[in-house]
């Protein structure tokens, strides 16, 4: 057994995520790691708070960024809010709706499935009807934006048919977060959670979350425990929380953390509402480059996420094939289908410093000399 | 709101983790992002899945990196391992073994505990009475090291009793991997975690796990389902798993991965005896040094952890201020008593790349310093 260090290549990321991380977020994680607890540490942290309530436009003061990656953040979410028994309607249009229903069953809640087709928005009307025939359902969950089929959904309408229906809501943002408008206050979203390596541009392994003061009440009122001892973000709050005093849970992958320091002041820099209308843009310069070489949509237009443009593999092309040629001849890394759409669709990501001009122009540049192969 | 980037002090970190991480792993971390599902990638995880089959001196199929820390690590092998109304006898002689009960109790199966002091080894003779007492008692579960003291318990012995009594062993190897002897396949351990920022000096948010095919078994042959989605092993082993195909399950942390790989290959390269010899002389030299001070360890001399080195706060030294001193100037950062012996206690970290003869020298001259101030 002799190995080697390892010494990745460099690649173009525009697959699903993790998306092209900055020499600026590289060079912040590499700074010396200090202790979880120290001054300076937690300093920062409550910075990294801050700017996570400026990504998400919340004011809520339990935000924090969880310990783990976007699944653990979804799994918070269900399991500080849901208890066995609970009705939560799901929204499933890709395969993190369906991961949704997933968390709620294996913690004993029902979970009452709406439906829509893969590669749409989910259907506002399904919801309505799913509302109205589910008077004791508690919560409403959906995806903001569906990283496995590329779709947006109309997250403020969904927010507000959940509170005319007395529903708290649990939102998906792994991969809207930074690329679309989200508006955590505003649409009065209760619980929702990201992950850092999409639009962020941050290293995989890390979660922003984030509750309304009606959610963080729901959490600490329960009347079964959390199931989970790691994702109880009641004690969590201890250590994040407020002024003062820091109570140890478990040890905060520092390094991680100052590397979405890092990246939130970036996003901070730009503004995030630029950032929305950067990544609009680079995707309307692919979506122009893409209709060139005949390549077609799955998502209809006014669904579409700008960050994850899914499409149809052109007859005749050999997905793994095309897939390898782009790795290996420039370096460039898009997506597989996912699911139901695996073999059928490649997934081109355009999200936080990939959503750069020379990334489209390269992606189109050489995805038409791998289908001329 | 205007933040800068943040630049942490260089700390020398002789607290119980993290604990100090060389530069070359720090530069490891700071390699391009390459995707989850990249071929190089996938060859660089089964090179960390060799390295910490040596490592735990195993041979288990299961054994991976969980993409959380190592309380994470815990939870995963008491929810894919334990069933509802499962009796688990839990070893308590610290913070950790407490955790321990509080997983077995929040998913609903009954935890037999047993008591051991605080600063004292599992106590063998009231394991054997309870294992006597429950026949029907499926696993034993035990911390090795147990962090919050510095007292290290007979792991070997505990094992055998285990196998003895039809009893699967959950064992927490969180700050003992790499700084003592510890060997999971000669012991028979079926399900071990670890954290990657005591004597492995990574970075902290990684949790090396390992599972015996016994246990792999028995994640597999429930009767009921694994109660976190994220943490379910069996799903994760089609991403770790085998040769071939890798199925998506979540996004791995990839750099802290890179991170890791480098740790593991430095301890490859020192030979994990070696590290094993190099905690133990550090600590001699610390504690020849600690007596001369007049200061006294909690933890009789057979029991300690050459790790982590617990002592008692001398008489008229005042607790926050020492630790403020070393921190302010030394820039040394030492632990805080934890749990029972807050307020009492001190935590001297000799893990990993901190145990060096120059960390022991100024840990010894600096206490001296602030004890005079």
Redesign the interface.
Known sequence: ?T?????????I?M?P??S??SARV???????????L????VR?MD?VK??LQ?AFKTKNEFTIAL??????G??ACFVNLVERGDKVIVCRNGVFGG?MV??V???GAEAIIVDSPWGRAVEIDKVQAALDANPDAKFLAFVHAETSTGAVSDAKTLCKMAQDNDCLTIVDAVTSLGGVELRVDDWGIDAIYS?T?KCMSC???ISPVSFSDKAVAVAKNRKT??????LDQTLVMAYWGGAGKRS?????????L??L??SL?MV?EEGIENAWARHRAQHESLAKGLKKLGIEFIVPEDERLPQLNTIHIPEGADDAKVRSYL?EHYNL?IGAG?GDLAGKAWRIGLMGHTAQSENVALCLAALEDALNQ
Chains 1, 2 share one sequence.
């Open positions: 057994m190995f080697k260090s390892f010494n990745p290549p460099e690649r990321l697959g995520g993790p092209q991380v590289l060079s912040a994680l590499a700074r010396p790691t200090i202790g979880h120290d001054p300076e540490f920062m910075e801050s700017l400026y310990s783990a990656p976007g699944s653990a979804m799994e991961r997933e968390n069953t294996r913690l992950g390596q290293v995989p392994g425990p959390i199931q989970s001892w790691f140890y849970h478990h040890t905060a992958p520092v390094n991680s100052y590397a320091h890092e002041l901070q790795l890394e996912l």
